[in-house]
């Protein structure tokens, strides 16, 4: 498996850092997470078979996650330099479909008018969709908005998590057992009670208690100075810590 990180960053404008966005790689998919703004151009910038996308997971409705929507069904109707039949799959929460609506109010049914299938998979907590042969996605609720998702994708061994949006819960570090790599939204440096992210420690506490053998933070609400963020991270969780960056690759 392959991670790729497109936006490491939160609504907030950043030179550096893009609203949210993974991309992962297994034998038999390729999968992007959330497509916050900045993300549809950083999957050429980091030179990432964005033509062959099979599945498109949203983990819920929050325009920094879901923003650049459009210009990639856009970029799939213009952009393509070599034909495709295989269809996209997009997957996301209860709701996904009225969202997909919207953008046909908004920009034009021939928006979505692509010479390849599209589908759409509306997903409750507890289910799981075949990616392919050798992988699975399950998704998990979120305590964030009503119907914000995580996800773990496993395969062939190995398994990527990824929290989406959230506050903490221990039910949720089960569904993180023992990841290969999480991705964790990384929103404060202590807890808001009145804000549904999690804190330093709190993403630190979930990775722990959820034995994830490699940690990376991202979604930062403040400014991050590496060193010390490690160090206190590293205050609540053993494992290793990664300090997510736009362009990030690892291979797992």
């Known amino acids: 498996m392959k991670l790729t990180i497109l936006g490491s960053g939160t609504l ?9 966005g993974y991309f992962v790689e ?41 923003g650049e929507l459009a210009s990639l069904f856009l970029a799939f109707r213009h952009g393509l330099q070599t034909p495709r039949l295989e269809p996209l799959v997009v997957i996301g929460p209860r709701g996904l479909d009225r969202v997909m609506e919207g953008l046909r109010h908004a920009f034009g049914a021939k928006l979505f008018d692509l010479k390849f299938p ?3 998979r509306m997903l409750v907590p507890g289910e799981t969709v075949e ?16 119907e914000s998702l995580a996800v773990r994708i496993d395969s062939s061994g190995k398994a990527v998590c990824y ?3 959230t506050s903490f819960t221990e039910e ?17 440096r202590a807890r808001r009670d009145e804000a549904a ?3 330093v420690e709190e993403a630190a506490r979930m990775a722990s208690l959820s034995k994830a053998v490699r940690l990376i933070v991202t979604h930062f609400f403040f400014h991050v100075r590496t ?7 590293q205050q609540s969780y053993d494992g290793e810590v990664l300090i997510g960056r736009d362009g990030l690759t690892l291979e797992i």
């Not at 949720?172 to 404060?188: H, K, P, T």
């Open 12 to 20: 907030v404008p950043n030179g550096e850092r893009n609203s949210a």
């Open 26 to 66: 297994t034998a038999d998919a390729r999968v992007m997470l959330d497509c916050g703004a900045g993300t549809v151009h950083a999957l050429a910038r980091y030179g990432l078979p964005w033509e062959r996308l099979t599945h498109l997971f949203v983990s819920h409705f929050h325009v920094d996650h879901i």
């Open 118 to 120: 599209v589908e759409l």
């Open 131 to 146: 990616l392919g042969p050798e992988s699975v996605l399950s998704v998990a609720k979120t305590p964030h908005t009503e």
């Open 163 to 165: 929290t989406g949006d």
């Open 172 to 188: 949720l570090s089960s569904f993180f057992s023992e990841a290969d790599v999480l991705v964790s939204e990384c929103s404060f």
């Open 197 to 199: 992210h999690l804190s």
């Open 227 to 233: 060193d010390e963020l490690v160090c206190e991270i």
